[in-house]
T-cell receptor, first 114, second 109 residues
Framework: DTEVTQTPKHLVMGMTNKKSLKCEQH?????MYWYKQKAKKPPELMFV???????INESVPSRFSPECPNSSLLNLHLHALQPEDSALYLC?????????????FGDGTRLSIL | GQNIDQPTEMTATEGAIVQINCTYQ??????LFWYQQHAGEAPTFLSY??LDGLEEKGRFSSFLSRSKGYSYLLLKELQMKDSASYLC??????????WGAGTKLIIKP
């Protein structure tokens, strides 16, 4: 069982919809990450939060908006997405951004844009 | 530039041993991580190396040579459930993971 929980597991939305992906961890980790993964490709880093503050934004389009309400929660707000945004969205956490420790992933949200 | 190379696909027999190699050239090095990913699922952490040498975790071992920019993941007593993709990732000087493209491992009975 994963210690990083993501909801929903699947999401289908139209290009004009607004939806949110949620991620929760209770391992006391202070770093949380959003990745996007297309089929047969490695994960692609989108955002990094460190101590609830956005520390890295990998030039992600503004139709993706992250939010970190507290140290255990991470959201990704979606608006006006494009078909090419269909992918597996992964949340991960680690003890800290300056630690050499593994990142632990949630099960992901499989997103399909119609 | 950043470059991580792993074989695209490997085939092995149930009960056997397989070694998956990873070579890297990155801007700085803080550690090398191995993940397993079954199709349609999230990556699962397997092992990591910070210093040169062998790390053993049950049926899985990982080896690192920093001077050669080289690592391998060794899987023993292969089981059908080991059929998956294996991802090598280097933590660079900014503590970010640089990912290889992954090696698809096919286990045959």
């Amino acid at each position: 069982d994963t210690e990083v929980t993501q909801t929903p597991k699947h999401l289908v939305m139209g290009m004009t919809n607004k939806k949110s992906l949620k991620c929760e961890q209770h391992m006391g980790h202070r770093a949380m990450y959003w990745y996007k993964q297309k089929a047969k490709k490695p994960p692609e880093l989108m955002f990094v939060y460190s101590y609830e503050k956005l520390s890295i934004n990998e030039s992600v389009p503004s139709r993706f908006s992250p939010e970190c309400p507290n140290s255990s929660l991470l959201n990704l707000h979606l608006h006006a997405l494009q078909p090419e945004d269909s992918a597996l969205y992964l949340c991960a956490s680690s003890p800290g951004t300056g630690d050499v420790q593994p990142q632990h992933f949630g099960d992901g949200t499989r997103l399909s844009i119609l | 530039g950043q470059n991580i190379d792993q074989p695209t696909e490997m085939t092995a027999t149930e009960g056997a041993i397989v070694q998956i190699n990873c070579t890297y050239q990155t801007s700085g090095f803080n550690g090398l991580f191995w993940y397993q990913q079954h199709a349609g699922e999230a990556p699962t952490f397997l092992s990591y190396n910070v210093l040169d040498g062998l790390e053993e975790k049950g049926r899985f071992s990982s080896f690192l040579s920093r001077s050669k920019g080289y690592s391998y993941l060794l899987l023993k007593e292969l089981q059908m459930k080991d059929s998956a993709s294996y991802l090598c990732a280097v933590m660079d000087s900014n503590y970010q993971l640089i990912w290889g493209a992954g090696t698809k491992l096919i286990i045959k009975p």
